[in-house]
């Protein structure tokens, strides 16, 4: 936490480059590729984010779901199928 420190007095921070890696994925030819992010670039975002968290979170639209706390795609799913499933209702006119 030392480095850190002084880094954040100097406000110098910069992220590292991100690793990329690809990995066959089993019986297929297709590569998973992956992003790995610095250990200290973790620790530094991880720091931050109780700092920013809340100012942030009343800017997101209450709708929003995306990399929110508490919010999960499934979520999401339901919320969108719940606006979908008015649209495509079929009434039926007996004649």
């Not at 002084?6 to 992956?34: H, I």
């Not at 995306?66 to 079929?90: C, D, E, M």
């Amino acid at each position: 936490m030392p480095v850190l420190s002084r880094t954040e007095r100097r406000s110098a921070y910069r992220a590292q480059p991100v690793r990329r890696v690809t990995l066959p994925k089993p019986d297929m030819e297709v590569e998973r590729r992956w992003q790995i992010r610095p250990f200290g670039t973790r620790v530094w975002q991880q720091a931050l984010r109780p700092c920013l968290e809340p100012d942030l979170r009343g800017e997101f639209h209450p709708s929003s779901y995306g990399y929110r706390p508490g919010r999960s795609a499934h979520q999401a799913i339901s919320k969108a199928q719940l606006f979908i499933r008015p649209l495509y209702s079929v009434h039926w006119v007996w004649i």
